[in-house]
C-alpha cells in the first residue's frame, strides 16, 4: 500500500512496478512495459522475479523474438522450480509448450504439457484440463500421432461442451476432425467441418467459417465431388475477403 505521504514501502516497490508494467502490457504499450521491466530490480528467487520473466517472455513472444523469449524462459527456470508455486509452475511450463512447438520441438512440447496435465488435474482445474488436452492434440497431430491426438481432442469437446464454452468445444471438433482427415476417413471428416461452419457461424466468427469451408473443400476434393469442392473453396475465399484476411 502507498503510505499517507505518498512514498510506497521499500519492500513493495517490485510488487509495484511489476503491477504498473503488467497494466501497460495490458494497455497494448509493448515498449513502456518492457522499460519499466528494464529500469525495475527484482530480488532473484522471488516470485516478482519470476513473474517480470514471464512477462518478460510475453512481450518478446508476442513480438516474434522467439530466442529472446526462450532466453528469459531458462533464466527464470531455477526460480520457478525453488518457489514451489504452482501457480507459476503452471504458467512456466504452459508457455514452454508452446515455445517449443514453435521451434518445432514437438516430443519436447509434449513433455512438459504432460506435466501441465498433471499440475491440473491436481488442481482439479476442468477448464485447465480441456485446454491442455486440446493443445495436447495439436501437437500430436504434428507428429502425425493421429489416434491419440483424436483421445485427447474426445476428451477436450466433453469438458468444454460441459462448460458452456462453444467457442473453445469446435475449436477441439475441427482438431478432432483434422485427425479423421489425416487417417483417411473423409466422412466422418466432412461431418465435423460442416458441424463446426454451423458453429462458427452461430458464433460469427468468420475467420474460423472460411478455415472450415476450405477444410470442407479438401475433404469434397478427396471424394473427387469436385463441384462441392470448388464451391466451399470459393465461400472461404469470399468470407475471407468480408473481414479483409
Same mark, same amino acid.
Not at 62 to 72: C, I, N
Not at 210 to 217: A, C, I, M, Q, T
Given at each position: 500500500a502507498v503510505e499517507a505521504d505518498g512514498e510506497i514501502p521499500k519492500e513493495a516497490v517490485a510488487a509495484y512496478r511489476l503491477g504498473l508494467a503488467n497494466v501497460?502490457?495490458?494497455?497494448?504499450?509493448?515498449?513502456?512495459?518492457?522499460?519499466?521491466?528494464?529500469?525495475?530490480?527484482?530480488?532473484?528467487?522471488s516470485l516478482d522475479y519470476?513473474?517480470?520473466?514471464?512477462?518478460?517472455? /510475453?512481450?518478446?513472444?508476442?513480438?516474434?523474438?522467439?530466442?529472446?523469449? /526462450?532466453?528469459?524462459?531458462?533464466?527464470i527456470r531455477e526460480s520457478m522450480e525453488s518457489l514451489g508455486n504452482l501457480e507459476m509452475e503452471l504458467n512456466y511450463r504452459t508457455?514452454?509448450?508452446i515455445l517449443y512447438r514453435q521451434f518445432h520441438e514437438y516430443q519436447k512440447a509434449l513433455d512438459e504439457s504432460a506435466r501441465v496435465l498433471e499440475l491440473v488435474q491436481q488442481s482439479k482445474d476442468e477448464f485447465g484440463?480441456?485446454?491442455?488436452?486440446?493443445?495436447?492434440?495439436?501437437?500430436?497431430?504434428?507428429v502425425e500421432k493421429f489416434e491419440e491426438a483424436k /483421445?485427447?481432442?474426445?476428451?477436450?469437446?466433453?469438458?468444454?461442451?460441459?462448460?458452456?464454452r462453444l467457442d473453445l468445444e469446435l475449436i477441439?471438433?475441427? *482438431?478432432?476432425?483434422?485427425?479423421?482427415?489425416?487417417?483417411?476417413?473423409l466422412v466422418n471428416a466432412g461431418d465435423?467441418?460442416?458441424?463446426?461452419?454451423?458453429?462458427f457461424r452461430l458464433l460469427q466468427n468468420r475467420?474460423?467459417?472460411?478455415?472450415? *469451408?476450405?477444410?470442407?473443400?479438401?475433404?469434397?476434393?478427396? /471424394?473427387?465431388?469436385?463441384?462441392?469442392?470448388?464451391?466451399?473453396i470459393e465461400r472461404s475465399a469470399e468470407v475471407r475477403q468480408e473481414v479483409g484476411d
Open positions: 501497460l502490457w495490458g494497455l497494448g504499450d509493448r515498449d513502456e512495459a518492457k522499460k519499466t521491466l528494464e529500469e525495475s530490480t527484482f530480488e532473484k528467487g519470476v513473474q517480470s520473466g514471464l512477462m518478460h517472455y /510475453q512481450i518478446h513472444s508476442r513480438s516474434g523474438e522467439l530466442k529472446e523469449a /526462450q532466453e528469459w524462459l531458462d533464466t508457455n514452454r509448450s484440463i480441456a485446454r491442455c488436452r486440446a493443445n495436447r492434440c495439436a501437437i500430436l497431430i504434428s /483421445q485427447e481432442a474426445s476428451e477436450a469437446i466433453e469438458l468444454f461442451k460441459k462448460l458452456g477441439a471438433r475441427v *482438431y478432432k476432425s483434422s485427425t479423421d482427415y489425416y487417417m483417411g476417413h465435423g467441418f460442416e458441424e463446426a461452419i454451423v458453429g475467420h474460423a467459417l472460411s478455415r472450415n *469451408y476450405f477444410n470442407l473443400g479438401r475433404v469434397y476434393y478427396l /471424394q473427387g465431388k469436385f463441384d462441392l469442392a470448388l464451391d466451399n
